[in-house]
């Protein structure tokens, strides 16, 4: 079964200081899609990324990177610099391959709370 | 312009009541979905539809009733709604491809529903 593991429950930081947010994932599918979502107090949950299974190189946008490793099938967020408007909760995904007629879902994990205090 | 629009954004009523979730996408998808976020609970698939007909129903009680009358708007039908039914639902949207895949889900801001 898909399974995705945010092991970080809480994480409080000082502004400018680098964080690592972990995902861990379990799957069969040999094709799949890991993703992160930010959702900020307000509610909504905001897209930040998408990376395909067979696609492992590193992406890197403005203050955020990603470090996708599928030998420890993790795939690893972190904000360089962070701000305090990065405070919210982060949310790992694992695309789930569609059952005959079924559509594709997405598992998530439980999510870390990240705190970046001035 | 915002993408998945959810109204309303904050909802309270009594067991006994009778409400509706809207939902809108003004991304041209063709799937829709109901997400429910419960306190310390990793998000839950309600409901999915693609091209207006379910294909999930991920074991949700029938007090919650789903209704897609086109690509672009989805409903969540409430009634007999329990205490533990508070939370908050967020709809989602995204392209549907071949094969049961589908592409990035966007999200809706949700609707707070609390049940008396």
């Known amino acids: 079964a898909q399974k995705v593991t945010q092991a970080q429950t809480e994480i409080s930081v000082v502004e400018k200081e680098d964080v690592t947010l972990d995902c861990v994932y379990e799957?069969?599918?040999?094709?799949?899609?890991l993703f992160w979502y930010k959702q900020p107090p307000s509610g909504e949950l905001v897209f930040l990324i998408r990376?395909?299974?067979?696609?492992?190189q590193n992406e890197i946008s403005g203050r955020y990177s990603w470090n996708f490793q599928k030998s420890t099938s993790s795939f690893n967020f972190t904000i360089t610099a962070s701000q305090v408007v990065d405070s919210a909760v982060y949310f790992c995904a694992l695309s789930e391959e569609a059952p005959q007629g079924g559509s594709e879902k997405l598992v998530f994990g439980k999510g870390t709370k990240l705190t970046v205090n001035p | 312009e915002t993408g998945v629009t959810q109204t309303p954004r904050h909802l309270v009523m009594g067991m006994t009541n009778k409400k509706s979730l809207k939902c809108e996408q003004h991304l041209g998808h063709n799937a829709m979905y109901w997400y429910k976020q419960s306190a310390k609970k990793p998000l839950e698939l309600m409901f999915v539809?693609?091209?207006?007909?379910?294909?999930e129903n991920n074991s949700v009680p029938s007090r919650f009733s789903p209704e897609c009358p086109n690509s672009s708007h989805l409903f969540l039908h409430l009634h007999t709604l329990q205490p533990e039914d508070s939370a908050l639902y967020l709809c989602?949207?995204?392209?549907?491809?071949?094969?049961?895949?589908?592409?990035?889900?966007?999200f809706g801001p949700g609707t707070r529903l609390t049940v008396l």
């Open positions: 989602a949207s995204s392209r549907q491809l071949a094969g049961g895949l589908a592409d990035t889900q966007y």
């Open positions: 799957t069969r599918d040999t094709t799949y899609y």
């Open positions: 539809y693609n091209f207006k007909e379910q294909t």
């Open positions: 990376r395909n299974s067979f696609d492992e």
